[in-house]
């Protein structure tokens, strides 16, 4: 069973940095598609930032710049470092994964709140 676990979430000031982590087991990680989304309250969840397994990179206009996802294949681990946080980066953040043959996430993590303060 493919399971997520994501953590690193927290409460920072504005212009602060975080690095959440998400930790995968029952999967082929090295080959699988990782991707950071992030719901706030009264919005959809939107993609943050995806990584595949060759390395290439993808991220939503609103955090390029600030945001950079990466992943450990040998630590089944993508991590995605926040920088130069704003106050509507504040949201619940979760690591999902999908099989390079899928188009949509196949599974999800329980998610880690980040608030970030004005």
């Known amino acids: 069973q493919v399971q997520l676990a994501e953590s690193g979430g927290g409460l920072v000031p504005a212009g602060g940095s975080l690095r959440l982590s998400c930790a995968t087991s029952g999967s082929i990680f090295s080959i699988n598609v990782m991707a950071w989304y992030r719901q706030a309250p009264g919005k959809q969840r939107e993609l943050v930032a995806r990584i595949y397994s060759g390395g290439t990179t993808y991220y939503v206009d609103s955090v390029k710049g600030r945001f950079t996802i990466s992943r450990d294949n040998p630590k089944n681990t993508v991590y995605l470092q926040m920088t130069s946080l704003k106050p509507e980066d504040t949201a619940v953040y979760y690591c999902?994964?999908?099989?390079?043959?899928?188009?949509?996430?196949?599974?999800w993590g329980q998610g880690t709140q980040v608030t970030v303060s004005s």
């Open positions: 999902s994964t999908r099989r390079p043959g899928s188009v949509d996430p196949e599974y």
